[in-house]
């Protein structure tokens, strides 16, 4: 089985394109950028060297930096409002900058970058950053329901990234078009401020970044990257018809749902996230009174036939996130098993001396 790793990010909202001007001023941009870029060097050396294969970051995540100042996210009537950014606003060629320079540290690192374009949080009710109502997160689901919103969104944002990819396509795992959508979606007795977009909607805007993904195709007539979309429940596969939404890595995360145990493999899917924490203790552990380590929790994805997995998190901070020297070193001798069983070599005999 591979292994993953979720980044997911370095600063949530603002990894790719220029910083808020109010945070970094445009006279400290270019040192704060080489420095970031030096720090996401180092870390993707060390998931090389640990044996991760793949990393999945989230690009835009709640839209902090797509729209800041007179572009923001605005309150009227009670309801935020948000336009796309003009085709010739400076935020674009930052943002393919940016992305670039990842797509080349994959190259350079011998891994894969799992990309997220956007994360549900994008969709929730804005909330202005402190007392700065130039900078609000969230915000911008009329991104997502407007289908004319939603076309020149992804005209300047998708395309481009996509057209870059193809040029590297060799650094790609897959496309992913949102993260965790569920949490978006107003439903029965499902209503509060982060539920702010109708099923209806959702499903056409993950619909249409799919089958932009589906375009993009190699010499040889084949697909040149698969979609995705990191569900938060594996029930949310059948029920939104994941496979008609076109589709192509089925993904979910696993967080121990409702005490129930990880469900055996089907097809070609992916546990896009599981906690590195002893969070939410895995029933299947339980049963084999194993105790909830990273490693039980790797053998229990290969066991049930996972091909790939992703764990959570090499930096987000939260209870299901356990990333010290512990997990970096016990993450690395399952790697090390690993390859030594896709290589047919079995582990040297102790010495007897």
């Known amino acids: 089985m591979r292994v993953g790793i979720n980044y997911p990010w370095v600063d ?59 572009c923001a996210p605005r309150l009227e009537g009670g309801e935020w409002i948000f336009d796309p950014l003009p085709p010739e606003h400076p935020f674009h060629p930052r943002l393919l900058d940016d992305f670039a320079f990842v797509l080349d540290l994959c190259r350079s690192s ?7 374009l956007l994360d549900c949080s994008w969709c929730f009710r804005g909330t202005p950053v402190g007392a700065r109502p130039e900078i609000v997160k969230g915000g911008r689901s009329g991104v997502i329901r407007d289908p004319a919103r939603r076309e020149a969104f992804l005209d300047r944002v998708l395309e481009p990234l996509l057209d870059l ?3 590297r396509r060799d650094s790609i795992y897959a496309w992913e078009v949102m993260n965790e959508p569920e949490w978006a979606v107003r439903g029965f007795w499902r209503r509060g401020r982060r539920r702010t977009t109708g099923l209806g909607g959702m499903k056409g805007f993950l619909a249409e970044g799919a089958r932009r993904i589906a375009l993009r195709r190699l010499e040889d007539g084949r697909p040149a990257f698969r979609s995705s979309v990191g569900f ?40 896009g996230e599981f906690a590195s924490a002893e969070e939410r203790a895995w029933p299947d552990l339980r049963l084999r009174r ?17 091909p ?7 930096r987000a901070v939260d209870r299901a996130t356990r990333w010290t020297e512990v997990e970096r070193r016990e993450f690395a001798a399952y790697s090390r098993g690993s390859i030594r069983a896709l290589s047919g070599d079995a582990e040297p005999p102790a010495s007897t001396g």
């Open 110 to 116: 011998g891994l894969k970058l799992f990309p997220v």
């Open 232 to 271: 938060a429940h594996w029930d949310t596969l059948e029920r939104w018809d994941a496979a008609g939404l076109g589709l192509t890595l089925p993904q979910f995360h696993y967080y121990a749902q409702g005490g129930r145990p990880l469900p055996e493999a089907v097809g070609a899917r992916v546990v």
């Open 308 to 314: 790939e997995c992703f764990v959570w998190s090499a």
């Open 12 to 70: 949530y909202g603002w990894d790719f394109g220029p910083p808020p001007e109010a945070w970094v001023p445009p006279e400290r941009a270019a040192d704060w950028r080489a420095s970031r870029r030096e720090r996401v060097a180092e870390d993707f050396r060390a998931f090389a060297a640990q044996g991760f294969f793949a990393v999945r970051w989230f690009l835009l995540g709640d839209g902090l930096n797509y729209g800041t100042g007179e």
């Open 165 to 167: 990819s193809l040029r």
């Open 290 to 306: 194993q105790a909830q380590t990273l490693t039980n929790r790797l053998e229990c994805v290969e066991r049930k036939g996972y």
